[in-house]
């Protein structure tokens, strides 16, 4: 048996680091959305597939026979062409998906499906912390009149991709500490988050709590019909069955 684990979050370290003590066939796949990536201790590949037709060529040519996707909960157009080409060739395929945040005591939370949604929310004149990624900025366009910073790990390779932004620089994990000074040093009035889940990433929220600040949380788009897994040991559990 040989693995593709499709990587891109906290989860697939962790998995990546048990199939090597597991000594378990795996390759790592990442799409490339971050420039420098952090090492895997497996074979690592950088990079699109080029498209459906790429993927599957690509599974056969490397000999794959599972697919465990441990890709970010919001890379719905990913996990959704995964799991319809591994149903096509007969081939066992699992999403990892963390647990999403709840809103707790203290929080104010307004839900909202999409980003085009943020303007009916977000008043005019307002300071926004967008930690949702430069993958989706210019769907925050719809936000004219207000301040935007977004934060990113790599430095941009262009200017902000509309007027009213700026881009902050910084590589995680952030402490709750951090993010609260950050906050008040930019006067921030919003926060923009897409519903990720994980602790290292709650910071900003736990953040947000602390100094009273309205959250815009985008909700989760659907899972795919496949099986899903919550965590690391789940996935390394479900390897062993294979």
Request: with cysteine; hydrophobic share 40%; net charge neutral.
């Amino acid at each position: 048996m040989t693995l593709l684990l499709l990587a891109g979050t906290g989860e697939a370290q962790e998995i990546a680091r048990g199939l090597a003590a597991l000594g378990s066939p795996a390759i790592a796949s990442l799409a490339g959305a971050t420039r420098s990536p952090r090492g895997f201790p497996l074979p690592l590949r950088v990079g699109g597939f080029g498209g459906a037709e790429g993927f599957g060529t690509y599974l056969e040519a490397e000999g794959i026979t599972a697919v465990l996707d441990a890709t970010h909960p919001f890379a719905a157009r990913i996990s959704a062409r995964t799991h319809a080409i591994c149903t096509k060739h007969h081939m066992p395929y699992a999403q990892i998906l963390r647990p999403p945040w709840l809103p707790g005591p203290g929080d104010r939370w307004t839900l909202i499906n999409a980003e085009e949604e943020a303007p009916a929310h977000i008043p005019e004149g307002a300071t926004v912390f967008l930690a949702t990624g430069r993958q989706t900025l210019e769907r925050f366009a719809c936000l004219t009149g207000r301040r935007l910073y977004c934060r990113q790990i790599d430095p941009p390779e262009g200017p902000f991709p509309f007027e009213g932004g700026e881009f902050l620089i910084g590589r995680p994990p952030f402490s709750t500490t951090d993010e609260i000074a950050l906050f008040k040093r930019l006067r921030i009035d919003w926060l923009v988050v897409k519903n990720a889940g994980g602790a290292p990433s709650a910071t900003k929220l736990e953040a947000a709590r602390a100094l009273g600040l309205p959250v815009l949380m985008i909700n989760r788009p659907a899972p795919t019909p496949g099986p899903v897994l919550h965590n690391a040991e789940e996935a390394l559990e479900w390897v062993r069955s294979l």
